[in-house]
């Protein structure tokens, strides 16, 4: 059952909106479960924060945008807290800089439980008294605060994945998961698109982001999309064809990045003798050659698509392609936590879940869009420059999170993220 | 007469063709006549590269893409001179690092002018020479080489300017540049625009870079379009608002980069007493309050226009806009080398010339773009991330070199260019 | 009972060094008592490792220098944490770079307090079972190890008053610390040298470090040494003369460094409306104007003598000066864990303890002085430029780990330590 | 027939000194001939002033410390010209940044011409008036002045080497040089000295910087000291033992600047092939394995002479074994303008001359040195932290310009001056 269908309008009750809530809420302490207290405060560089501020900024989310907004007489936890958990919304004061969030030994992690458990307990007398005056906006605010403490949760596991990544000792988050399924990839086949005027963004009235809308016209033209993610059986043959040698596959913002950092493979990748392997969430492990390539940034991704004489989907032709599919997929929910080969079908596989997709779309705001008042309109649309679109959803992607009209948005350098693409063409 | 008319097919000619390099080649050195030895030597930023090395690099392009190419027996100029004269072309070898290119006091400007004599014979010479089984590809490479020289052109005019900026002696490149006109700015009306499937990119034969290919069609939603852009009058109301100082109006990135490099106006406006003065290629001048801003980078747009509760046109719009307006304005034929103030008509004012205008648009490929194959392959496509559109020339831009589809693009934080902007807004 | 004596020829006994060695271990995990497993892991900047690091390090110390080379069949702990724990130590072979040793949330505070008991078990067992043969090098090398421990446990102390005084909560490492003593600061006299030949230099046979060696002729000129340090009412008193904004009484590097780090005042300083208050051990507290001033640079040091017009003693000088003086002071063991104002009497007070005195000495090799072979000379030796000597030992020293040849050298920019310094002058 | 004799108090007479500025003034111009308007403009290093800088700032130190303070009715020459020619006068108000001395295209080389000429008119006629009340005055500081523009005269052409050195085209600032004498460098021998109370520090009348002052009293102990300066052959043996590669031989500071900036030889240096070359004034010569080693750091001398099993000399033994020595050698008049080959006779050969000598120094002010008054005590006293003393000029030192007591100054990690050692060992 998921979260979203329960906030629909025709189900809504305050008592299972309160259920959606404890629930969500559950699941990121259930992610801290795996870590000791000072697993939980490490940070190893600046865009992969602890995972106690993690819980703590979720938890100021509500505070502010709900408990003082709308539960009269609320008395704050704590006067410093604003200032920490603050992530960057300007037009609420000042707040720590990003880098810095690891030197907080205080509050200890069991401050910042007592802290969620505090702001939980006040969230549901709020959401049992709210009057029907303030409902629609109480209403509004916990769907995006929920769906806020969801884009955390995932956060979580790509964060502890980086900051684990840099510990010689190579730490693992869990012991537990199920081993991946041992299967070949299917072979590409080429899906054809006929173009045209097409609508994309979010097209109904439950939850979306503000970025998603409004639902707008396109024109494309004919395309063909791939039926499956770059595996990274393809992705070894243009590394061992001279791929990262090589310049004229690279866009000259992706060279330069290349050079400046050293990159010769995937994040998390590294060879012992002939052997690759990648760091993931259960430890060390030999590459699957055919999952999707997964850590790969976007310059990386436009490389390959050069050398294989492709290109990349933009975001509307993903769009169009993934609106008829099932969101069904290796998402978070799916236990594995890491990107699997695709189970052959006939369709096209594994648009949602696995690994997030790069787009060949630079994340702009769509026609129409219009930024919300106040500091909430901080949420999304000040970073509607110099990123990049990705489409679909990871491994760890929560499953009731995602959606075809779904927009994810990173530097096209980064590659923390579990981020993988798929090829598309033009039909002449 | 324009260089580009004399190129179309039907009065090519090869003794029209010789006349236009020469024009072409000519000019650049007419350009540098006002500066010393020493003036085209200085390098005070790594963009703004040095007269001398724009002078050799152009050169360089003539006879690495022509002479070595099509030019049987050429005997290249010096061997040193790919490695200090190829400005970023990976497939052709290693070149000096870009910051050092103010590094260079030898080769002399006398062995430039040298080496630009050298290499204007031998092209002549191909030119008269070359049998037809060459002839399009030479010409082709011809029209390519003196767009390459003319863009390098205003290059020279916006680097003089940054690095004649830093000397407190304020140096004048043109003590003899006409009185700017007085008048003032008219009002703003809003042009709109009905939308629907258009078509942009360019639609002849003639000359265009690549990236102004192929022409497409787009769907737009209605939309207005400002009749002249913002002014340095209401750029200052947008200052004197707290404009720098409120979060709420900025991009991200566009706020982080004005805390890091302490903008608070434009690039070159500095306040003596109450005035505010700015530097000019005449020296330093009073800010003309009527005449477009200039030399401000996109984020300070794009915060100028959510302080106006407007946004910027889309490449797309622009284009669509200034389609059927004659390419006429204040370009660097006119001789002001500096925006002035509009002189009011029916229309759509100053698109062409003055300042070049920012637009809503990430400078990506158009669909169907196809790399050229080689070396050439770089001129325009790997800078296809990270950069924002601009249209329509500027007051130091040839004005044979623009037309309605070029899309020229910068940066986002950069501003040393003649970048100003106008308004757009939706239609509901 | 002070723990050097314990290994004086005289009373050596294996079992009293076992006790000297279990008491000086035991310190350390006193320390870190009052610290949860988060605080033991900050490190908010290269310089200052976290006490869980110092616990490990200090361990692999003894593991790498004892028990690898004398207690055969000794089976190591683990095998990553050589690379690990290893500080700087390049004839051993790679180890963490030390930006990154607050990245290391595994091995746990329980692992490393494991590692603390075996390594102490093993060392226990080679204590009682060396034969004489190695017994020699056995006992020299666990002095130093021992002196290695507590230079650490010192370290252990600044370390985390610096991490700690980055968060806003402003956390308290101890909040039992005694009141300090509330006094005036005596007046200054200036005791005076004779000069000539003098010796400095450790004299005798018990333990000094390699860098206090050999004891050696110095000539000296008459000279005057201040009574005590100057206090923090003498250092404000130079600050509102505008001691942080004058050039003229700085070296070129010491304003080059005021100027990129914005001092103002000591480290740890902040003015709360009229109030100076400054973050302890205990937290925030209010400045006591009778103390030495502590956390001030060597620049700084320098800075006040010109604006007094006087000088920094030499470290010969000092140690003249200090010769005849008792081993007393404000120390570790004294337990206020902050400097105090000096308790009049008639002789040059506060040369042990409170704050570690600057000279004008460079740290640089004693005429004669030799490198020991292998990686145990990298302990002192090569860190023998750039730094500066201080002498005499802070609040947090061990008080018998002090004594009159000790030299202890810190970079002229740093002041995280209980840095203060007295005045001296020539003498015509 | 050489400068400083002609100031001596014996022969004072203003027509004598008026010759002696003149000749110092034009020997600036000379060393400018060889180079174009451009060379005189090039800095590639914030360390490595263009020409054309030096040319003004030595004019603008006689402007400011004498014609401004002695020469009534003095009409500076031009207002900017404080703010862009005072290098480091912090007490004199603002000055352009070290870093960009080079983006000065204006003035002209022509202009700098003009402001010597108007400086030398009104300088002599200065030396021609001034009454006697201030000649004194007058009289010291034309001897700061002539002696500052000589080490500007030493600096011109470090600069202008390193300036070269980084284009590719390996340009010649001198084609018309003596070949270098081809001989084998003789044997080392060390001479003994005997040690205990020894003098140090300028002892006459004459002209010396503040920073050789006061002559005081030192103890050594016995010493030796080598004949000759280590040649290029031995440390060619060293390079090839793995000097660059061993951390144990180099200070952890060394160590970690070897590895931040690459470095594998001496500056200067490059291997085509099995053959190593050196970038000379001269152009790219064959290294002379008999010549003095040069461009080293203080650090690699260091590792050279801890591979050695010797050390460097304390700038006392320095001055004491140089002390009843002539001051003779391959100096910048001798034409070379590079180090060349020992000629064997019976004693310390080559203390002056060839490199300047890095010493075990630090360089701190000797006992009883007071800073002069006002901003001419920022003339050398300032820069007392941080850097190594070096001793007895080299082959870019004028003839009259070097004695005993002269102590140079730089940074332990920099090489662009003529740096090379000798060593020392101690005699037990």
């Known amino acids: 059952m998921s979260a979203i269908p329960m906030m629909s309008p025709r ?12 629930r969500v809420r559950a699941r990121s302490e259930t992610l801290c479960a795996p870590l000791s207290a000072e697993d939980c ?12 501020w993690h819980l703590a900024h979720t938890s100021w989310f509500f505070e502010t945008f709900l408990l003082k907004a709308y539960r009269s007489g609320y008395q ?3 006067p410093a807290y604003p200032y920490l958990f603050n992530s960057y919304y300007e037009q609420l004061g ?12 205080r509050p200890s992690i069991e401050d910042i439980y007592s802290y969620r458990a505090y702001v939980d307990e006040c969230m549901i007398e709020l959401l049992h008294d709210a009057d029907e005056t303030v409902w629609p906006s109480v209403r509004e605010r916990l769907e995006i605060g929920l769906n806020h403490e969801q884009q955390h949760q995932e956060l979580m596991l790509t964060d502890i994945k980086l900051n684990f990544s840099v510990n010689p000792l190579r730490p693992v988050y869990r012991g537990d998961l199920p081993d991946l399924p041992q299967r070949l990839a299917p072979a590409i086949h080429w899906q054809e698109f006929s173009g045209g005027i097409q609508q994309i963004g979010h097209p109904g009235e439950d939850f979306a982001f503000d970025n998603e809308k409004p639902r707008h016209r396109v024109y494309l033209n004919r395309f063909c999309i791939a039926s499956r993610p770059v595996t990274n059986r393809e992705y070894l043959a243009f590394m061992e064809d001279g791929g990262y040698q090589n310049p004229a596959f690279w866009l000259s913002d992706g060279w330069a990045t290349l050079k400046r950092l050293n990159w010769s493979c995937p994040l998390f990748w590294e060879q012992i003798e002939q052997d690759w392997l990648q760091f993931t969430l259960a430890g060390l492990r030999r590459v699957d050659l055919d999952a999707p390539v997964c850590h790969v940034s976007y310059y990386e991704a436009e490389a390959y698509a050069a050398w294989a004489g492709k290109r990349l989907p933009t975001e509307a032709e993903w769009e169009v392609a993934a609106a008829s599919v099932p969101v069904v997929g290796n998402l978070y929910d799916g236990g594995y936590l890491q990107p699997v080969a695709a189970n052959a079908d ?11 997709e790069h787009t060949a779309s630079s994340y702009r705001p769509y026609p129409g869009f219009k930024l919300a008042p106040g500091a909430l309109g901080e949420y999304n649309g000040k970073f509607m420059s110099g990123q990049m679109v990705l489409r679909g959803g990871s491994c760890v992607t929560p499953a009731d999170h995602i959606r075809a009209s779904y927009r994810n948005f990173f530097y096209p350098h980064e590659r923390w993220q579990f981020q993988g693409f798929r090829l598309a063409d033009d039909i002449s």
């Open 11 to 22: 189900v809504e009750q305050r008592s299972s909106l309160i259920e959606t809530y404890q």
């Open 41 to 52: 405060m490490i940070q190893t560089a600046a865009e992969a924060s602890p995972a106690k």
């Open 76 to 78: 704050e936890y704590h």
């Open 94 to 105: 000042a707040f720590q800089r990003r880098e810095g969030r690891g030197f907080l030994s």
């Open 346 to 356: 006939g369709g096209v596989l594994q648009l949602y879940g696995d690994v997030w």
